[in-house]
């Protein structure tokens, strides 16, 4: 017989003050008017792979329940097309809020190991910081190697049709003032961005 | 006398997305605009910078608008469409958060930059229809694309969340670009439905469904190729077609930039436009081919 | 009792207590005992309900036995209680306007936290009454004669129902329509809900005896185009557009119709939505009121098309077999110009109704591409027996829906369309899937986002369709689209949404689209209100006075509003509104006459300079120019006393009763010298 589960939630499965804190991004202070209508999971083309629905994660957001979202599939799966933001009736920035969640996931190291999505976004994160430029075929083999390199060698035909075809630079692209552009990041991280911001903004991530 | 305009091309234009910058940039010399590349840009962030931290993502995309309002030119032209979201929503983001403005600029100081906040991004697309207007791209043609069977494919962030100058479930401008120069443009519900993104290379089940539905839709709606704005979506329609085909069976259909198909119309060659550099080759229908010859 | 010179002015102090309400948070005795050595005050008294009887009675009782000529009540706001008080020194002998009331609850106790600083402004907001009133003038209020006519505009059922009301009760009323015929949205609707009565069944009765009701003029195809004038006394201008048929003789057999030289229908028929045809003479739709047939200029093959704007101009082109056909009677008459007519009333109701959300305004659900997507009002045509395909629901292609999905709230809780909640869709939308069901026998679903049942016998309605089997889901309809994706979706519009109960994404094909639009202001809603002297809210409808109690006044008074002009209303309530406008006019009209307040503003002729800049910044148009003498004169019947004129007139020759200099320097005055 297959394993019974029990899913009530208590007050504890609860992390209260997630919800406000997510909310207090600008354009996010509208997920206090969601009235649960399902319009942004029935445009969603991607809700279909979805754990929780996007009007779930909304719901669950709202309602303080950071482990269940952090660890959903959900914020991995958006695409960012927007659909939903563009259609939701109360007009809450549907797309943006999936952002917090993804950044407090990676903040927090909440996804599991070799998940190619925060992967990628950490080397691309990481290349756009050092070189200025993002050069995608060498953004792709990186991701590749952390992550699942048999897939990597599983994309030899791509890479060699790209090659082939000129789109496949052999040299990582940078902009002439990298010190400058370093030296604003830096700028960035030393400052008190709390007090300045009110909270809005997650302190840096020191992933170099 | 030629309208110049600070072209922001983005990472994607110098690598995978060649030939949308090698059909642009003649198109648009066509039709007296010169697009002057911003000096030193970098990159805009895209979605991915955006998950990981947005006030640096902001920052990022300041110093290019910073570099434009420096540039001394009225506009910013951005053709890939992730570049035109994250550069409009860094300007939006600046304009409703006073805060996240003095934290932009007192990093971009760093470089002797400074960014007002009014610097106006716009697509190609609506360059084309709305500042140049369609009576002068008519007039450049020289050899209308008649019979071409196009369905004109629009992504989505083009038209989400800012929509500046088209509809964002049914837009038209492309449409209306196509015919003008010649094409047939074939009814096509999914004009903005996601192509997938960078799913297709991280999650390739959801992503590669994302692309197929359009690839099979567009087939079925009787087209000879897809007409696309975005340097990822030609990526994704036009990329995959074995992984594709052994999942769901073959949808092969050429996607191209509208840029290219204008470049055909207005008498230039198809290398010359980076029609090679497709995997699913473009195929004119024979009457054309017989003019071109 | 006047006083012989200012010396003699004695003043009666009260504050009231106002149970724990200002003595929570203002020392009350405090305040008394402050304000008994204050110049010319005689008494000062706490009390703990002033406006009671008890309280009402000592000041009365004050008034005779100290001989005081004046009062002044420190308790709420003058919007509460000035009448009761004004009405207790007036039977105590007093004239009321030298009575003031200082409002230390609303503006004081209410609003502040520290009891010492609320007494101390309390003293200070005393002081200056105190001052002011000794200042005070006798004044008398005007009474202004209303006209018993009616002019009720708009013929929909709330019209219609306040016209009957006020006719069967004796009075003589004018109702205009714009459209050909009375009957308005109503007599579009196939059945009404709950009790799905025959909405045609149960109007045209009532539209036939207003046409034949001895005390209704009926102005059918006709607008107002001026008002002028003041409660009571209105002028209004209504222009009668040309049906190119002289009302009179028409008998309405419409041999006209069936021999016109368009042998088949041609044209859209306004009243079936667009889905039938008419011919260039019609009639709206078989019961219309009058039974009078109209010309359509536009299409008429004896008109010349002018340009926009222009009068049309006969052609003479057409054979006019409609002309042979109406024989005797005469009836047709090319030349018909429009003519304007002018009426003479005491009061106005204002019953112009809705108009339904464009649904092409949201491209996702297709109206318009897509020929098998509807609206609702569509819908109601096509099952209505009279409608262009005789009941018979068959679509645009020639097709018979096997099913059919409703989607709930198109342009309704929407911030990119329209905030509200259109009130009536959920019922109606259940309505039309009833209809829907027993002609066409399809599978019916119904996407809602919360059902709104809140009348009586709509809950027991919902009830009985869940039982007839149509599908309810809760999910707000994200797109309709003709992709097909799933085996059995191709050829058909497919559905995409979240059942959020079930908790799944679902793409349900469907053959027909039904989209259950909202209602919205009439499009000239804001110029309707301008001729009106009205207030629209934020959302375009007209404003009443009081959300809770007076739903049917404005802020005009003698101007009424009734129906869904006023916001998202069924029928019963609508009906329910007329009544109680009609309701308002009579109390009106049989007390034969309004007092009007005496705060008006009055011109001192004398320092008048003739510049004219007061005329045009009056917002009730009550100041008028006397060219001969070159001065302005203000209307007291229109002037409200709101004193824009009295702070602009730049050679100060402009002064207000109950607001004179004097009054206002010395009540500044009075507070400024309080520390």
Not at chain 3, 284 to 305: S, Y
């Amino acid at each position: 017989m297959a394993e019974l589960q029990r899913t009530i939630k208590y007050e504890a499965d609860r992390v209260p003050g997630f919800g406000r804190e997510v909310m207090s991004v600008p354009g996010c202070e509208q997920l206090q008017s969601c009235i649960q209508c399902g319009t942004c999971s029935g445009v969603c083309p991607l809700s279909i792979y979805m754990d929780y629905t996007p009007r779930q994660v909304m719901e669950l957001t709202r309602s303080d329940f950071k482990n269940e979202v952090l660890k959903s599939h959900t914020i991995w799966l958006c695409a960012s097309c927007y659909s939903c933001t563009v259609e939701c009736p109360k007009q809450i920035r549907i797309t943006d809020i999936m952002y917090e969640l993804k950044q407090r996931a990676i903040h927090e190291g909440v996804y599991p190991k070799k998940f190619p999505i925060p992967t990628l976004a950490k080397e691309f994160y990481k290349m756009a910081h050092t070189q200025g430029r993002v050069t995608e075929n060498f953004l792709a083999a990186f991701m590749f190697m952390k992550t699942n390199l048999m897939a990597a060698l599983g994309m030899w035909k791509l890479g060699l049709g790209l090659f082939q075809r000129g789109r496949f630079p052999l040299k990582i692209e940078s902009i002439q003032r990298k010190d400058e552009l370093a030296r604003m990041m830096e700028v960035v991280d030393n400052m008190d961005i709390d007090k300045l911001t009110n909270g809005h903004a997650k302190p840096a991530q020191p992933t170099h | 006398m030629a309208v110049t305009y600070s072209y922001y091309p983005g990472c994607s234009l110098k690598g995978t997305g060649r030939a949308y910058e090698e059909s642009l940039l003649p198109v648009m010399r066509a039709l007296d605009i010169e697009l002057v590349e911003l000096d030193d840009w970098n990159c805009c962030g895209a979605t991915a910078y955006m998950a990981v931290d947005e006030l640096k993502a902001c920052v990022m995309a300041s110093r290019n608008l910073a570099l434009a309002e420096k540039a001394g030119h009225r506009e910013v032209v951005a053709p890939c469409s992730a570049c035109y979201l994250v550069l409009n929503k860094t300007k939006h983001y600046i304009h409703e958060s006073p805060s996240v403005h003095q934290v932009v600029n007192t990093a971009l100081k760093q470089g002797n930059l400074a960014y007002s906040g009014n610097t106006p991004v716009r697509h190609p697309l609506d360059i084309l229809v709305h500042t140049v207007g369609l009576d002068a791209v008519k007039k450049r043609v020289t050899t209308p694309l008649k019979g071409l069977k196009v369905a004109p494919y629009y992504g989505c962030q083009i038209v989400r969340p800012y929509s500046t100058f088209d509809d964002q479930y049914n837009p038209t401008t492309m449409d209306r670009l196509l015919e003008a120069i010649g094409c047939t443009v074939v009814p096509f519900p999914l004009k903005t439905r996601c192509c997938g993104g960078s799913l297709t290379g991280t999650l390739p089940e959801p992503g590669l469904l994302c692309s197929q539905i359009i690839l099979k839709e567009a087939l079925k709606r009787g087209a000879d190729c897809i007409a696309t704005v975005c340097p990822l979506c030609q990526f994704n329609l036009d990329g995959y077609h074995d992984k594709i085909a052994a999942k769901w069976g073959a949808s092969r259909i050429p996607t191209v930039f509208f840029t290219q198909l204008m470049g055909l119309a207005f008498g230039l060659g198809e290398r010359e436009l980076g029609l090679h550099r497709g995997f699913i080759p473009l195929q004119l229908p024979a009457t054309l081919r017989a003019a071109a010859a | 009792m006047e006083p012989k010179n200012n010396n003699d002015v004695r003043i009666g102090f009260y504050v009231c207590h106002c149970g724990h309400n200002i003595a929570a948070m203002v020392d009350c005795p405090e305040v008394a005992r402050f304000a008994q050595q204050l110049p010319n005050v005689v008494l000062s008294r706490d009390y703990k309900y002033m406006c009671s009887d008890p309280g009402q009675e000592l000041v009365q009782k004050d008034i005779q036995e100290f001989r005081l000529n004046r009062v002044v009540v420190a308790s709420c706001s003058p919007l509460l209680h000035e009448h009761t008080f004004r009405g207790a020194c007036e039977a105590a002998g007093l004239n009321p306007f030298y009575f003031q009331m200082v409002n230390i609850r609303e503006h004081n106790s209410w609003v502040h936290t520290d009891r010492a600083e609320a007494t101390e402004k309390a003293k200070a907001l005393v002081q200056g009454a105190i001052e002011r009133v000794a200042r005070h003038k006798k004044l008398e209020q005007k009474k202004v004669p209303i006209h018993p006519d009616v002019l009720v505009v708009g013929g929909g059922i709330a019209g219609i129902h306040a016209a009957m009301t006020l006719a069967n009760a004796g009075k003589k009323v004018y109702l205009v329509e714009r459209e050909p015929s009375i009957g308005g949205h109503m007599a579009k609707f196939d059945k009404t809900f709950p009790t799905l009565d025959c909405a045609a069944c149960i109007l045209t009765p009532k539209m036939s005896e207003v046409g034949s009701h001895p005390n209704i003029t009926l102005l059918s195809y006709s607008e107002v185009t001026k008002m002028e004038g003041y409660v009571g006394n209105y002028t209004v201008t209504v222009k009668r557009k040309p049906r190119y048929i002289i009302e009179d003789l028409c008998t309405g057999c419409q041999d006209c119709i069936t021999n016109c030289v368009f042998k088949e229908p041609k044209f859209p028929d306004e009243f079936n939505e667009g889905l039938g045809k008419r011919r260039p003479v019609y009639i709206p739709f078989p019961q219309a009121t009058p039974q009078v047939v109209l010309i359509d200029p536009e299409v008429c093959l004896n008109f010349k098309r002018g340009k926009p704007g222009q009068e049309p101009v006969v052609s003479d082109r057409c054979k006019k077999t409609c002309v042979e056909a109406c024989g005797e009677k005469k009836a047709i008459d090319f030349t018909q110009k429009e003519t304007f007519e002018t009426l003479k009333v005491g009061t106005i109701i204002v019953a112009t109704g809705f108009k339904t959300f464009d649904a092409e305004r949201i491209p996702q659900y297709g109206y318009g591409r897509y020929p098998g997507v509807y609206t609702a009002l569509e819908i109601e045509r096509l099952v209505n027996a009279s409608g262009p395909t005789g009941g018979h629901v068959v679509m645009r292609d020639g097709r018979e829906p096997k099913s059919i999905g409703i989607i709930h709230c198109v342009g309704s809780r929407d911030k990119k369309t329209n905030r509200w909640c259109s009130r009536v869709c959920c019922m109606y939308s259940m309505k039309l899937a009833h209809l829907l069901k027993e002609h066409t026998g399809a599978e019916i679903y119904n996407f809602y986002i919360d059902m709104r049942t809140p009348g009586k016998g709509y809950e027991e309605f919902y009830d009985k369709l869940l039982e007839e089997g149509v599908h309810f889901i809760r999910g707000r309809v994200g797109e309709v689209t003709d992709w097909a994706y799933a085996p059995g979706e191709d050829g058909k519009l497919v559905i995409r949404v979240e059942d959020t109960l079930a908790g799944y994404v679902r793409r349900i094909p469907v053959d027909m689209v039904v989209l259950s639009t909202g209602l919205e202001p009439q499009a000239d809603a804001q110029e309707v209100r301008r001729l009106f002297n009205m207030s629209c809210g934020s959302e375009g409808f007209f404003l009443e006075r009081h959300p809770k109690l007076a739903p049917v006044n404005t802020f005009n008074d003698g101007i009424y509003i009734a129906g869904a002009c006023q916001g998202p209303r069924d029928i019963p309530d609508t009906v329910a509104q007329a009544g109680a406008a009609a309701a308002e006019a009579m109390a009106l009209i049989d007390k034969g006459y309004i007092e009007q307040e005496p705060n008006t503003a009055y011109v001192l002729a004398e320092e008048c300079c003739g510049c004219k800049s007061c005329l045009p910044l009056c917002p009730y148009t009550a100041i008028t120019f006397d060219e001969s003498s070159g001065k302005a004169t203000i209307n007291e019947a229109l002037c409200k006393g709101c004193g824009t004129c009295v702070a602009s007139c730049p050679s100060g020759s402009i002064v207000q009763n109950l607001f004179d200099d004097e009054e206002i320097f010395s009540e500044i005055h009075g507070v400024l010298a309080y520390d």
